[in-house]
């Protein structure tokens, strides 16, 4: 097929929505003739791996786009990216009014960014039209916003209030639903919001992938019990939680932590630490990514304590290493967790989130045949997000969208 798609992030040389974007265009170039739009900053990432790989991607041509920006303005009122960014939209569709005239797309495919905020307009070309992943819909738990601290909790009240308006008061992203033909869920919250809103079916696929090396290793633990905790030091990712978790562990001796990442909450947590009296804990910072794979594979278990995020790329990073996970039970995280690979701690209170991440490090920590048996849980259950099994969902949707606008 011929495919327009429309990834404004896209970089094989970083993670998030740039990598997510690259994976996807990767993945799909094998199948078709893409014709990508994206913003010209990573022009230069793009043509660097062309170079470097001149076999590869053959069928994927690249459209750069300048964006506006005012870095004085955005950090005075970050959400003034998005006028930028919807600036950035208005010439993506000029631009596709224009290779559409001369290829005749197909499908059109709006890609990324995965937030539902702005879903550009593509659809005004009339053809068979495909969003997402998108997602974005997520309410940071009420009861949990004291829990991130002065700022941190009215920054997501207000992100909370703004959310639901957006999504109930919006119309583009309501013109965006109606006209698409294909709606991609990033997570079942997201899912359950659409056809909720819109009466309007789409399908669960998560935005983040891997790509599978290797085979099952068994992980034996040596000495202590080793957890592994990875992210940016912000308010919503509450590292603050586990650490009060770890505090009410009952062989603390038997239990190491392992930070990886930095941030704005880097001294308040550590100043936590000291005061809860952790000795346990290992700050290792921002590190390249191949040493924060060495930490995560001597590791016996990983923690996600994140309150407002999507899917994260180290969740499925983590797992595919063979890795329990004890993750907070909402957004992505409950959709790829399950009992055979991790445990889900539900999110009513902060005091029952902290009594039972410590509850499940103990029931890890003195049973290791359990986590064995999640360990080898975790790897099995890597292989359903593999991009080579996306990439097969996307082309059935591509398909049923085609037939739809055929009858």
């Given at each position: ?19 997510m974007g690259w ?41 750069f786009i300048s ?174 939680l586990l650490l ?164």
């Open positions: 097929m011929k495919v327009l798609v429309n990834c404004y992030a896209c970089s094989p040389y970083q993670g998030s929505e740039p990598g994976n996807f265009v990767k993945g799909l170039s094998a199948y078709h003739e893409l014709h990508v739009l994206t913003e010209s900053k990573f022009e230069p990432h793009l043509r660097r791996y062309m170079d470097e790989h001149p076999d590869e991607l053959h069928s994927a041509h690249f459209h964006k506006e920006r005012h870095k004085t303005l955005r950090k005075i009122w970050p959400p003034s990216y998005y006028w930028y960014y919807n600036k950035w939209q208005h010439k993506a569709l000029a631009l596709a009014k224009e290779l559409d005239a001369e290829y005749d797309f197909d499908v059109v495919h709006q890609l990324n960014m995965v937030g539902y905020r702005e879903p550009g307009y593509l659809y005004e070309l009339g053809k068979p039209l495909v969003w997402g992943p998108m997602g974005g819909f997520n309410i940071t738990p009420w009861r949990l916003l004291p829990s991130m601290g002065l700022k941190g909790c009215l920054f997501y009240m207000m992100r909370n209030l703004i959310n639901l308006w957006q999504m109930n008061h919006s119309s583009q992203v309501k013109d965006a639903v109606c006209h698409s033909d294909g709606i991609i869920a990033a997570t079942q919250e997201d899912h359950d919001t659409v056809l909720r809103l819109w009466n309007k079916e789409s399908v669960l696929i998560p935005e983040v992938g891997f790509q599978p090396s290797g085979n099952f290793e068994n992980r034996v633990r040596k000495g202590t019990l080793k957890v592994c905790w990875s992210g940016i030091h912000t308010p919503r990712k509450a590292l603050n009060d978790a770890l505090s009410m562990v009952e062989n603390l001796s038997n239990v190491e932590l392992h930070v990886i990442g930095a941030g704005e909450c880097t001294r308040a947590w550590k100043r936590k630490a000291c005061k809860l009296g952790l000795n346990n804990v290992i700050w290792h910072g921002w590190v390249e990514k191949a040493r924060a794979v060495e930490v995560m594979s001597y590791c016996d278990v990983f923690a996600i304590t994140s309150l407002s995020d999507a899917t994260s790329t180290v969740l499925l990073e983590a797992l595919s290493m063979g890795l329990p996970v004890i993750a907070t039970n909402h957004l992505g995280f409950a959709n790829v967790l399950t009992d055979a690979c991790g445990i889900k701690v539900d999110v009513n209170s902060k005091k029952q989130v902290v009594r039972d991440f410590a509850a499940a490090i103990d029931r890890i920590e003195g049973d290791d045949a359990y986590r064995q048996q999640l360990s080898r849980g975790a790897f099995e259950r890597a292989k359903d997000f593999s991009w080579d099994a996306k990439i097969e969902k996307i082309n059935t949707i591509y398909n049923s969208v085609i037939a739809k606008h055929q009858k």
